[in-house]
C-alpha cells in the first residue's frame, strides 16, 4: 500500500524534473527517478503466491532493459556533447543528421 | 512495526527526490537520485526479496548510477529553474490524491515471498543478461573511438 503510494509520488517528481530540465543530464536523472518508482510499483507482485514468479520475471526484465535505455541514452549525452560542446536542452529539439 | 518502517523509508525516498528537483546542481542532483534508488532497494530488502534487492544494487545503482553520477560531476552546470508555482500547487495536489487513492486501493494478499529460483534455475539467462549489457557498453564505446579516430 505505502509502497504504491511512493511509487506514484516518485513517479510525479520524476516527471516535474523532466519538464523543468534545461539539460539533458536532468533527463537522465528524472528517467532513473522514474525507473525507480517502476520498481517500487512491483513490490505487491511479491505478496501474491500465484504472482511471485511473474513479479521475479518482470523485475529482472525491467531491471535490465531499463539499465540497457539508460546506458544508451548515457552514450547519447556523450555523442551530443562532442557534437555540438553543450548538453542544454534546447539542442534536442533541432531535428536529427543531416544527411 | 513493518509499516513504520517501510513509511519512513517512503518518506526518505520521497524526500530525495525532492532534493534531487530542487538542487541546481547537476552533481548533487545525481547524487540524491542515488540516495532514492538506495531507499527503493532497502524496501526490497526490508521484505526480504534479495534477489530484486541485489539486481538494483548491483545494476542499477552499481553500474548506472555511479555512471550517472560521474557524468553529472563532469557536466555539472548550475540550471536557472523556471515554473509556474500556480501550476505546480496544482500538480502537487493531483499527485497526492492519485498516490494516496492508489495506495488504499492497492491489493496485498500475504506475506512476501521470494521466488527468483523458480524464474532462474541456473544462472545461465542472467550472465547472458549481462554479456548482453556488457556488449551494448562496449559498443558505445567502441562506436566513440572509431569516431575519435576518424
Redesign the interface.
Do not use: H, Q, Y
Given at each position: 500500500?505505502?509502497?504504491?503510494?511512493?511509487s506514484?509520488?516518485?513517479l510525479?517528481?520524476?516527471y516535474?524534473?523532466a519538464?523543468?530540465?534545461?539539460?539533458v543530464?536532468?533527463i537522465?536523472?528524472a528517467l532513473?527517478?522514474m525507473?525507480?518508482a517502476v520498481?517500487?510499483s512491483?513490490?505487491?507482485f511479491?505478496?501474491?503466491?500465484s504472482l511471485?514468479?511473474e513479479?521475479?520475471?518482470i523485475?529482472?526484465l525491467t531491471?535490465?532493459t531499463?539499465?540497457?535505455e539508460?546506458?544508451?541514452l548515457?552514450?547519447a549525452?556523450?555523442?551530443l556533447?562532442?557534437k555540438f560542446r553543450t548538453?542544454a536542452i534546447e539542442i534536442t529539439d533541432m531535428g536529427g543528421d543531416v544527411l | 512495526m513493518d509499516a513504520v518502517v517501510v513509511t519512513v523509508l517512503s518518506l526518505v525516498a520521497i524526500l530525495f527526490a525532492v532534493a534531487a528537483w530542487a538542487s541546481r546542481d547537476n552533481f548533487y542532483s545525481a547524487i540524491y537520485m542515488s540516495a532514492v534508488m538506495l531507499t527503493v532497494g532497502g524496501i526490497y530488502a526490508f521484505h526480504g526479496i534479495y534477489s530484486v534487492f541485489i539486481l538494483i544494487a548491483f545494476v542499477f545503482i552499481g553500474a548506472i548510477g555511479i555512471m550517472t553520477v560521474a557524468l553529472a560531476a563532469t557536466y555539472r552546470s548550475i540550471n536557472p529553474r523556471k515554473i509556474s508555482e500556480n501550476w505546480l500547487v496544482v500538480v502537487e495536489i493531483i499527485a497526492i490524491v492519485v498516490a494516496v487513492t492508489a495506495g488504499i486501493n492497492t491489493f496485498m494478499v500475504g506475506n512476501f515471498t521470494d521466488a527468483f529460483d523458480k524464474v532462474l534455475p541456473d544462472y545461465l539467462t542472467l550472465i547472458a543478461f549481462l554479456i548482453v549489457l556488457t556488449t551494448l557498453l562496449m559498443l558505445s564505446a567502441i562506436s566513440m573511438l572509431r569516431r575519435d579516430s576518424a
Open positions: 500500500m505505502i509502497e504504491t503510494a511512493a506514484l509520488g516518485l510525479a517528481l520524476g516535474l524534473i519538464v523543468s530540465a534545461k539539460d543530464i536532468r537522465l536523472i532513473e527517478l525507473f525507480s520498481f517500487l512491483l513490490i505487491p511479491f505478496t501474491n503466491p511471485v514468479v513479479g521475479n520475471a523485475a529482472i531491471v535490465f531499463s539499465a540497457g539508460l546506458l544508451i548515457i552514450s549525452i556523450i555523442f556533447d562532442k548538453t | -
